[in-house]
T-cell receptor
Framework: AQKVTQAQTEISVVEKEDVTLDCVYETRDTTYYLFWYKQPPSGELVFLIRRNSFDEQNEISGRYSWNFQKSTSSFNFTITASQVVDSAVYFCALSESRGGNTPLVFGKGTRLSVIA | DSGVTQTPKHLITATGQRVTLRCSPRSGDLSVYWYQQSLDQGLQFLIQYYNGEERAKGNILERFSAQQFPDLHSELNLSSLELGDSALYFC??????????????FGPGTRLTVT
């Protein structure tokens, strides 16, 4: 069975600090996909990134970066120079391949508070 | 704006009642997913439809049902409502055409309160 664990329930940082959100996953599939979604206080779920299991290259998008390590089954998300607008709940998710279009298994989420 | 629309935004109803939540996927998307977000259970997958047919089932109660219509919009029906059904219900869509798609784009959600 697939499982996603986000051990950090809540994190609080001061603006401009760097913060890393941890995500550990379990799956028996050899091909799978990992995702991060952001849920701001307004409630919608915003897609941030998708990674497939064959691509362990780290990705950077502006202040956001992701570190995928298959050896430790982790897909961590770092926000550099955090801003108040980054305050949100962040979810890590996993889906099996099966040709795409498969349901997501979500972690419990990490609530990030960035204080000015 | 993800392009996925959900109505209504808020719904307040009493125990034992039945409600219908509606979702319109992004233009061209064939797959629709329903998820429930509650404080104790987190985000859970309920059911998926692909081009009108049920594709996958998750932790969906027997009191809940869904369908996807020929115009690809979907409805989630919740009946015999209980207090524990109070939650945020999300609809998501992905393409599912010849090219497989893995990202799901979520609607704004319907917040259901059962009193």
């Amino acid at each position: 069975a697939q499982k996603v664990t986000q051990a950090q329930t809540e994190i609080s940082v001061v603006e401009k600090e760097d913060v890393t959100l941890d995500c550990v996953y379990e799956t028996r599939d050899t091909t799978y996909y990992l995702f991060w979604y952001k849920q701001p206080p307004s409630g919608e779920l915003v897609f941030l990134i998708r990674r497939n299991s064959f691509d362990e290259q780290n990705e950077i998008s502006g202040r956001y970066s992701w570190n995928f390590q298959k050896s430790t089954s982790s897909f961590n998300f770092t926000i550099t120079a955090s801003q108040v607008v980054d305050s949100a709940v962040y979810f890590c998710a996993l889906s099996e391949s099966r040709g795409g279009n498969t349901p997501l298994v979500f972690g419990k989420g990490t609530r990030l508070s960035v204080i000015a | 704006d993800s392009g996925v629309t959900q109505t209504p935004k808020h719904l307040i109803t009493a125990t034992g009642q039945r409600v219908t939540l509606r979702c319109s996927p992004r233009s061209g998307d064939l797959s629709v997913y329903w998820y429930q977000q509650s404080l104790d259970q987190g985000l859970q997958f309920l059911i998926q439809y692909y081009n009108g047919e049920e594709r996958a089932k998750g932790n969906i109660l027997e009191r809940f049902s869904a369908q996807q219509f020929p115009d690809l919009h979907s409805e989630l029906n919740l009946s015999s409502l209980e207090l524990g059904d109070s939650a945020l219900y999300f609809c998501a869509s992905s393409t599912g055409g010849r090219e497989p798609s893995y990202e799901q784009y979520f609607g704004p959600g319907t917040r259901l309160t059962v009193t």
